[in-house]
């Protein structure tokens, strides 16, 4: 995925803006599992896949390679509540819903009721129409707070994944991606130096790389380790 040149730097060849594109998703084992499941799909053992994650862990850029390859249909909980969504199941098969947990604490306890049992309903179609869904969320199913007895028990049986914490060689290599949007070549030694400094999260790295670019360009010095060094 990125390759080495003569003067110790790295370089990726990618576009500016981050597309959620199978080709731009950065592999490691951290997330390996979440993305084979995607990958061998429909092979899966359930109908059902609820990816687990925190935030910026990868499950929406997951969800849209798969949407890709299924031509899933993105929901939210305000589909539910529409007049039109029967409608919206009667032209797809495959779904795609995002962050449960933080949708169903916005309802009050009617609305909660009611979303349970289209929820419901909504698991049933699936296997009635022998169509598959993704449910995203950053909190372990066995926690999510479901009254609904049938509704918890579906949501138990389905197949999970957990996107653990990125590990090193993530982190290096979101780095490298993340200078390479900046057409900047990075030497390794300053990658090492970010990973080991830095909060272990995306947005954090986010930030960072930002930081430097613009401290480099306003200052006009070399992005070296030493400038780097007196950054972070």
């Excluded at 007895?149 to 999970?160: C, H, N, Q, V």
């Excluded at 400094?197 to 790389?209: P, W, Y």
Aim: hydrophobic share 40%; proline share 2%; glycine share 2%.
């Amino acid at each position: 995925m990125f390759e080495q040149s003569k003067n110790n730097q790295f370089s990726l060849n990618l576009q500016n803006k981050l597309i959620h594109e199978k080709n731009n998703f950065l592999v490691s084992k951290c997330n390996k599992k979440a993305f084979d499941l995607i990958e061998r799909w429909p092979n899966w053992e359930s109908r059902k896949l609820i990816i687990i994650g925190q935030k910026g862990s990868g499950k929406t850029h997951l969800s849209n390679i798969w949407k890709k390859k299924s031509n899933a249909f993105f929901l939210n909980i305000n589909d539910f509540k529409s007049q039109s969504y029967e409608k919206i199941f009667e032209n797809n098969k495959h779904y795609v819903i995002e962050d449960i947990t933080s949708s169903l604490t916005k309802l009050n306890k009617k609305e909660k009721i009611e979303l349970e049992k289209l929820l419901l309903h909504f698991y049933n179609l699936i296997e009635e129409k022998k169509g598959y869904v993704i449910l995203t969320d950053n909190v372990f199913p066995k926690f999510w707070d479901i009254n609904l007895p049938d509704l918890k028990s579906r949501i138990l049986s389905s197949l999970s994944v957990f996107i653990d914490q990125p590990d090193d060689e993530l982190l290096s290599l979101l780095i490298v991606k993340l200078f390479a949007d900046k057409q900047i070549l990075i030497d390794k030694k300053i990658i090492k130096f970010i990973v080991n400094r830095s909060e272990r999260s995306f947005a954090n790295l986010q930030s960072i790389v930002e930081m430097i670019d613009k401290k480099s360009l306003s200052t006009k010095k070399k992005l070296n380790l030493n400038f780097v060094k007196e950054l972070i």
